[in-house]
């Protein structure tokens, strides 16, 4: 079936710096592929998603490309501030057979530090 | 536009007895699903609807999970009865229609604690 491995958290770094939160998948079909947000005390929320190989999907700074010949998703950002700590999911949607449900990852913890 | 809307936000029962959760998603939406979120894992789909027909539930522990969605439009998940294992958040979402390039929307989810 399908699966979601990303990189266990949580990370912690300090303001300004680099991140990048990995992410890869198995799929048995052309999935498409999603980051979602979780802030504190918040729901679940979009934050980009990419729908094909090769496609950047990009939001509040932060950037996905769909690598599918390493069937990767690795989210990053240049310069992370204090208020992008939040818990992180990978996710992908393998739409076969109209069944489009996601399967996510099991979450990363990020801390930003000022 | 008004977003996904569940119900209650939090319940606490002891275990054998039922419990029932309450979701009405965005207007239009046609698909809506139901995840299980339990602590430090990612959401788990157990069930999608399109309209008011069952699309998957293969992963609903079907001897003690039920859900219905009679009308097409909101929709209730009911355990009965509860283990110690099903103490989790409930999420409901919904999207436009069941393809897959479309992102869900999410409620706030309903945080159940099992004694």
């Known amino acids: 079936g399908d699966s979601v491995t990303q990189m266990e958290g949580p990370v912690t770094l300090s303001e300004e710096a680099f991140l990048t939160i990995n992410c890869t998948y198995t799929?048995?079909?052309?999935?498409?592929l999603f980051w979602y947000v979780q802030y504190p005390g918040e729901g679940l929320q979009l934050l980009l998603k990419?729908?094909?190989?090769?496609d950047k999907g990009s939001n509040k700074g932060f950037e996905a490309t769909y690598r599918k010949e390493t069937t990767s998703f690795h989210l990053e950002k240049g310069s992370v501030q204090v208020s992008d700590s939040a818990v992180y999911f990978c996710?992908?949607?393998?739409?076969?057979?109209?069944?489009?449900?996601?399967?996510f990852g099991k979450g990363t913890h990020l801390i930003i530090q000022p | 536009e008004a977003g996904v809307a569940q119900s209650p936000r939090y319940k606490i029962i002891e275990k054998r007895q039922s419990v029932a959760f309450w979701c009405n998603p965005i207007?239009?939406?046609?698909?809506l699903y139901w995840y299980q979120q339990i602590l430090g894992q990612g959401p788990k789909l157990l069930i999608q609807?399109?309209?008011?027909?069952?699309?998957?539930d293969s992963q609903l522990p079907k001897d003690r999970f039920s859900a219905e969605r009679l009308k097409g439009v909101d929709s209730t998940l009911k355990i009965q009865p509860a283990k110690l294992e099903d103490s989790a958040v409930y999420l409901c979402?919904?999207?436009?229609?069941?393809?897959?390039?479309?992102?869900?929307?999410f409620g706030d989810g309903t945080r159940l604690s099992i004694l």
């Open positions: 979402a919904s999207s436009p229609s069941g393809q897959g390039h479309q992102p869900q929307h």
């Open positions: 990419a729908t094909k190989a090769d």
């Open positions: 799929a048995t079909g052309y999935p498409s």
């Open positions: 996710a992908l949607s393998d739409s076969g057979g109209g069944a489009d449900g996601l399967t």
């Open positions: 207007s239009g939406h046609a698909t």
């Open positions: 609807f399109q309209n008011n027909g069952v699309v998957d």
